[in-house]
């Protein structure tokens, strides 16, 4: 759920609660919905730096900095310090491997101690 679609469901609620009389209630869930889009308007313009983007964006500095110099990426700093607004940052997608998900391999542990039960079964 993105935080558009939080405040969306705010709004929703706020609307089933002032229909069913709670007009304080839906007031309130709908200055949160407000302060939520408020809260992200500002953070989506905020202007990083290439290490800070780098960080947010998984994309290496060298990288976004190409980006910068062919334009794909407005800098919104100056010439030789550039600074990149945190809405205008493409996302990497981030690899999901099996052993990144799940921990320690089960079957490299499974295939270790197999062979070290054979070791100690044939004296090897």
């Given at each position: 759920?993105?935080?558009?679609?939080?405040?969306?469901?705010?709004?929703?609620?706020?609307?089933?609660?002032?229909?069913?009389?709670?007009?304080?209630?839906?007031?309130?869930?709908e200055s949160c919905a407000a302060d939520?889009?408020?809260?992200?308007?500002?953070?989506?313009?905020?202007?990083?730096?290439?290490?800070?983007?780098?960080?947010?964006?998984?994309?290496?500095?060298?990288?976004?900095?190409?980006?910068?110099?062919?334009?794909?990426?407005?800098?919104?700093?100056?010439?030789?310090?550039?600074?990149?607004?945190?809405?205008?940052?493409?996302?990497?997608?981030?690899s999901m491997t099996p052993t990144a998900?799940?921990?320690?391999?089960?079957?490299?542990?499974?295939?270790?101690?197999?062979?070290?039960?054979?070791?100690?079964?044939h004296g090897l």
């Open positions: 759920m993105t935080r558009n679609d939080l405040a969306g469901r705010w709004r929703a609620d706020a609307a089933v609660l002032r229909r069913r009389g709670a007009d304080q209630h839906a007031a309130v869930l939520l889009e408020a809260w992200a308007r500002e953070r989506d313009l905020e202007a990083l730096t290439l290490e800070q983007a780098e960080r947010e964006s998984g994309y290496s500095y060298s990288a976004l900095q190409k980006m910068v110099a062919a334009g794909r990426l407005r800098n919104v700093g100056e010439s030789h310090r550039p600074r990149v607004r945190r809405g205008d940052l493409p996302k990497k997608a981030r998900c799940a921990g320690p391999d089960l079957a490299n542990r499974v295939m270790t101690s197999r062979a070290a039960q054979k070791v100690d079964r």
